[in-house]
């Protein structure tokens, strides 16, 4: 039986250098309320140890709610905490070698920067890809070069599973890439950097309604 894909329509992304000093728990169990559907633990600093506590904490408050944890990166972490999945980009482990340590009914997500990328895409094997970075970002230092509405827009056709958008979305552009067919925004800073971290899930979630619905009915011309 498929996998079934969680709602991607707003991914929060952690970055605890980027949360202003809020305790990362804090802050994803806001982004929560507000209505983020998936969270992925992205730790690039800690040590191992500390991101397994992270990973443990959030799982604890998650799970009950329902909301897939993913670990970026780190298939050894997912696996250790039982994390529903794994997203991988171009230069981590491969999809196929993070899908055999972690089974079939975990989910594994691949990072497309480009069509050049296309390739290493088995939807056999990979559940959803991440599209970026859209725009033009500073919450990732090794960021490839933006791609784009147009470029979203065409890698969207090309893809055979879902996909989110991410690098530099803001809920002012939301309603433009999701019209461009993402179907989910992926953020960092949107949320993790936010006044209110709640307040701007929420926001980030009529954002996407406002660009489904742009789908719907495109305007004239
Ligand atoms: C949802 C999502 N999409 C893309 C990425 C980027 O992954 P990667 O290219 O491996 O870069 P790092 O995040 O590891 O720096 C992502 N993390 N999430
Ligand atoms: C992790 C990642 N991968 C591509 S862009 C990016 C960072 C996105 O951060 P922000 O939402 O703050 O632009
Ligand atoms: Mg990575």
Do not use: W
């Not at 169990?29 to 209505?35: I, N």
Request: glycine fraction near 10%; include cysteine.
């Amino acid at each position: 039986m498929p996998r079934r894909v969680p709602d991607l329509s707003v991914y929060l992304v952690t970055d605890r250098l980027l949360s202003r000093g809020r305790a990362l728990v804090d802050v994803v169990l806001s982004a929560v309320r507000g209505g983020a559907t998936v969270v992925q633990l992205r730790e690039k600093e800690g040590s191992a140890r500390e991101t397994l506590e992270l990973g443990r904490a959030l799982l604890h408050r998650l799970r009950p709610l329902g909301v897939p944890l993913i670990v970026n990166d780190r298939v050894d972490l997912a696996l250790a905490l039982g994390a529903d999945g794994v997203h991988v980009g171009q230069g981590d482990l491969p999809p196929e070698v993070a899908r055999r340590l972690l089974g079939p009914d975990a989910l594994v997500g691949l990072s497309i920067t480009g069509a050049a990328d296309l390739p290493t895409l088995d939807p056999a094997v990979v559940d959803y890809a991440g599209v970026g970075p859209i725009f033009p970002t500073g919450s990732k230092a090794d960021a490839t070069p933006a791609l784009g509405l147009e470029e979203l827009a065409r890698l969207r056709r090309l893809l055979p599973v879902p996909i989110v958008a991410i690098g530099g979305i803001t809920a002012a552009n939301a309603p433009a890439v999701i019209a461009a067919g993402a179907d989910g925004v992926s953020v960092v800073s949107a949320i993790c950097s936010a006044d209110d971290c709640e307040v701007a899930a929420s926001t980030l979630v009529r954002a996407v309604r406002e660009g489904l619905a742009r789908r719907a009915s495109p305007p004239p011309g």
